[in-house]
Nanobody
Framework: QVHLQESGPGLVKPSQTLSLTCTVS??????????WSWIRQPPGGGLEWIGF?????????SPSLNLKSRTSISRDTSVNQFTLHLSSVSPEDTAVYYC????????????WGQGIQVTVSS
C-alpha cells in the first residue's frame, strides 16, 4: 500500500514562496503509469487541482490564471519525494494542501496524503 505524507510550514507570509514536500513510501515515484499531484481545498471551498509531476519528471499545471504562473513541482528520486513551490502567496492561498497519486488518462486519484493546513497571513 502506497503511503503519502505532506510536510512543510503551516504559516507563510504574503508574497513569500510556499514549498511543500510529499514523501512517498510503499511505491516509487518513477513507476510507469502513475503521476503525482498536488490538490488543495480552501476553507468552505471545493477541491482544486494544482498540478502534477509524472513518472518521467514532466509536469503539468492547472490552467487557472491564478495558479499556473506561480507554480512549479520538482522531485528528488533518491528519497522518493516531490515538492510543490507556489510563489507570491496571498491569503487566498490559505487551504489544506494534499498530495495524491493518480493513474490513467482521467487522472483518478487513488491514494492521498492526510493533508496539511497552510495559512497565509502576516
Amino acid at each position: 500500500q502506497v503511503h503519502l505524507q505532506e510536510s512543510g510550514p503551516g504559516l507563510v507570509k504574503p508574497s513569500q514562496t510556499l514549498s511543500l514536500t510529499c514523501t512517498v513510501s510503499g511505491g516509487s515515484i518513477t513507476t510507469n503509469y502513475y503521476s503525482w499531484s498536488w490538490i488543495r481545498q480552501p476553507p468552505g471551498g471545493g477541491l482544486e487541482w494544482i498540478g502534477f509531476i509524472d513518472n518521467s519528471g514532466s509536469t503539468n499545471f492547472s490552467p487557472s490564471l491564478n495558479l499556473k504562473s506561480r507554480t512549479s513541482i520538482s522531485r528528488d528520486t533518491s528519497v522518493n519525494q516531490f515538492t510543490l513551490h507556489l510563489s507570491s502567496v496571498s491569503p487566498e492561498d490559505t487551504a489544506v494542501y494534499y498530495c495524491a497519486r493518480a493513474y490513467g488518462p482521467l487522472m483518478h486519484h487513488d491514494n492521498w496524503g492526510q493533508g496539511i493546513q497552510v495559512t497565509v497571513s502576516s
